[in-house]
């Protein structure tokens, strides 16, 4: 009897131990943040002994899923408008939204000869074909349509842009060649700290608003132990480490 | 509410793509069919089985590796543009021909299927009767497999209009040449314009409901696939 009880007792400790310290959060991230999400969930599981697992995708389509009872507990958004729209709308935890980087955008060719000197390759416009994200839904696409007006070549490039529904297929476009060039993340094509292939621009930063995204606990996280861990997790100077090596700004 | 300006364009836009690739579909699947339904040969299978692909393909892939081939570094891609057309990928022709692939299927196989339930019989008596081949296929088989070849079109048709994923893939959203009206409504999904997208919507759900109706009244007896 006594060796029943102390095994029960252990198998309760053990159990405990994980509900406390081993959780897992379900996170939807932003697809643009796709590569420094799987270096940070592998760290995180280092670190915390949480595991966090991620969906990535739009922020429009994870908006729709989280109001119609997705079970994500923290919400990685591509833009900071979406994540203040839930917070107006009751969904997350009051408090907890924060900027967790800032994106950059990059004029991108995968013809490592195509863009050698910055922006005047728009201007001479002799390409077929030039990529975006779409503007509306995407705001990495917002921001390319703010740069192309703050260079006045908007109205001359515009029968030639062609649309991708988020990043990552615009990107797709470009590298397959099929559009030439195309304005995409920086996060998509710099690796350890340099354009990792074909030729880029990166936009300067005053070109268009700050491509804000932020983060928030939703309020499926309550009580998750391994969703707060994680939002504290990304402001520690590991991570923005991290977020900073893939071409992400953090204010 | 209502429709939009753009909403009209993409209405449009699918229903000319719809019509021209059901044309296209019956004159290029017709011969196939006919070849399908009557041939003893070895590559009846592989055919068959090529024609029938995008039936069980993810529209991901049949998009990726057109956009691949159309590509300027796919075949597909330097055939077009040694011709002096260009690239096709997110351009109109570059949705016909990939919804051409995309719809084959649904407009061989109720053909193929009304060919090879004629039988031999009818064409051997019509033979004896001195009808040529051309003849014995638009006095004979045209007439008998009528409802197949109806069924083809209308499928055909409805396929098409309900594509998406190959479009998404390589039409790039340009208004009046390959936004169609799945991928505006997936726009305002995702812009969270739920009021826009549900006419769209909800105009595709009875539209798709009333091609069915019409199918399944004025051709009850048919094969359906």
């Known amino acids: ?251 | 509410m209502g429709f939009s300006d753009a909403d009209l364009q993409a209405i449009w836009l699918t229903l000319r793509l719809a019509s021209l690739v059901t044309i296209l579909l019956l004159l290029i699947g017709t011969p196939i069919a006919w070849w399908l339904a009557r041939t003893s040969s070895r590559w009846k299978g592989p055919v068959g089985a090529v024609v029938a692909l995008p039936l069980v393909l993810p529209p991901t892939v049949l998009g990726f590796y057109l956009l691949l081939a159309m590509g300027p570094h796919g075949p597909v891609g330097q055939f077009t543009q040694s011709l002096g057309i260009g690239l096709l990928p997110f351009t109109y022709w570059g949705l016909v021909v990939a919804s051409v692939f995309y719809s084959m299927p649904f407009v061989v196989q109720p053909i193929q299927n009304a060919i090879e339930a004629l039988g031999e019989r009818p064409l051997e008596v019509a033979a004896t009767l001195r009808a040529g081949p051309w003849d014995r296929f638009f006095s004979v088989v045209l007439p008998l497999a009528k409802p197949g070849f109806f069924t083809a079109a209308i499928l055909g048709f409805a396929h098409t209009v309900g594509e998406f994923g190959v479009v998404l893939m390589i039409g790039g959203n340009i208004p009046g040449a390959t936004r169609v009206v799945s991928v505006q409504i997936y726009d305002y999904v995702e812009a969270m314009e739920y009021g826009q997208a549900h006419w769209l919507a909800m105009s595709m759900v009875i539209f798709s409901f009333l091609v069915l109706l019409a199918l399944y009244t004025l051709n009850p007896n048919q094969r359906r696939f």
């Open chain 1, 1 to 251: 009897m006594k060796t029943l009880t102390t095994t029960f007792s252990a198998f309760a400790l053990i159990a405990a131990t994980f509900a406390t310290h081993a959780e897992t959060v379900q996170v939807a991230v932003a697809a643009n943040f796709t590569a420094p999400m799987k270096l940070i969930a592998e760290s995180f599981k280092q670190d915390t002994g949480h595991t966090a697992e991620a969906a990535y995708g739009s922020t429009g389509k994870f908006y729709a899923q989280i109001t119609n009872g997705a079970p994500f507990q923290v919400f990685l958004a591509a833009d900071d408008n979406t994540p203040a729209k839930l917070e107006a709308e009751g969904m997350t935890q009051p408090g907890t939204r924060f900027t967790y980087a800032t994106g950059t955008l990059v004029l991108w060719s995968a013809d490592p000869a195509l863009i050698e000197d910055g922006a005047k390759v728009l201007g001479r416009n002799k390409f077929r074909k030039l990529a975006i994200a779409n503007p509306k839904t995407a705001p990495y696409g917002a921001s390319a349509v703010e740069t192309m007006k703050a260079l006045q070549v908007d109205q001359m490039l515009a029968p030639k842009l062609v649309q991708g529904e988020n990043i990552a297929q615009t990107y797709q476009f470009v590298s397959t060649g099929n559009a030439e060039l195309g304005f995409v993340a920086l996060s998509q094509v710099f690796k350890d700290g340099r354009i990792a292939e074909g030729s880029a621009w990166i936009v300067p930063a005053e070109m268009h608003e700050p491509i804000r995204q932020d983060a928030v606990i939703l309020k499926t996280g309550e009580g998750n132990a391994a969703a707060s861990a994680l939002v504290d997790y990304l402001k520690t100077d590991k991570v923005k480490a991290i977020i900073r090596s893939f071409g992400y700004q953090i204010q």
